[in-house]
């Protein structure tokens, strides 16, 4: 089993439409949880950090994290056909040196 | 503000030839730098990172090693490429400790062995 699992996708929404996107874990030592958004053939970008339960917001994206079921999940709103990327999720441990867990990502498509 | 240059964008390698990809950064001092090699459909796979100059851990056995001359200049090679070596190889850069410390990668290098 995995300590990060991911669902690849691909995932086509609409325009307008509310998306969803997800990670399970395993390890519960996990303490901070990122988004990364990656387009094609370029570096990741971090777009969300989280390090406890609940909700955190910025502008159209929601990050929300449940420690006690290991699931995360990052919710756009208003999605745009700019938001067609992989999105990744990151998970590391305080003093783990900052080596962090991926995800392999879900693939986004934004569809006019 | 920080930025991170890597460089080159796309190489394409025959088998035996050897690798030097680099990577820099700037806006900042003594940052933990980090070697990833992503693959498709396997996520983002650790392979180097460094705390300082000279200062080199491996997270994998392989083909490949990493050197870091300077505070903000992070090397990989290899000696002979395998076709193994093939992927999206990413620099990433940090600061801060613990759950402060976030991770911002380069643009990527695209490896073809062939």
């Known amino acids: 089993q995995k300590e990060v699992e991911q669902d690849p996708g691909p995932l086509s929404v609409p325009e307008g439409a509310i998306v969803s996107l997800n990670c399970t874990y395993s390890?519960?030592?996990?303490?901070?949880f990122m988004w990364y958004r990656q387009y094609s053939r370029k570096g990741p970008e971090l777009l969300m950090y989280t390090y406890s339960s609940g909700n955190k917001e910025d502008g159209r994206f929601t990050a929300q994290v449940d420690k006690s079921s290991k699931y995360i999940s990052l919710f756009i709103r208003d999605s745009q056909p700019s938001d067609s990327a992989t999105y990744l999720c990151a998970m590391g441990v305080t003093g783990g040196g900052n080596k962090l867990t991926f995800g392999t990502g879900t693939q986004l498509k934004v569809e006019l | 503000s920080q930025t991170i240059h890597q460089w080159p964008a796309t190489l394409v390698q025959p088998v035996g030839s050897p690798l030097s990809l680099e990577c820099t950064v700037e806006g900042t001092s003594n940052p933990n730098l980090y070697w990833y090699r992503q693959a498709a459909g396997r996520g983002l796979q650790l392979l180097f990172y460094s705390v300082g100059i000279g200062q080199i851990s491996s997270e994998v056995p392989q083909n490949l090693s990493a050197s870091r001359p300077q505070d903000r200049q992070f090397i990989l090679s290899s000696k002979k490429l395998l076709l193994s070596d093939s992927g999206f190889y990413l620099c990433?850069?940090?600061?801060?400790?613990?759950?402060?410390?976030?991770?911002?990668f380069g643009s990527g290098t695209q490896l073809s062995v062939l």
């Open positions: 390890n519960s030592a996990f303490q901070y």
């Open positions: 990433a850069w940090s600061r801060g400790t613990g759950a402060n410390e976030k991770l911002f």
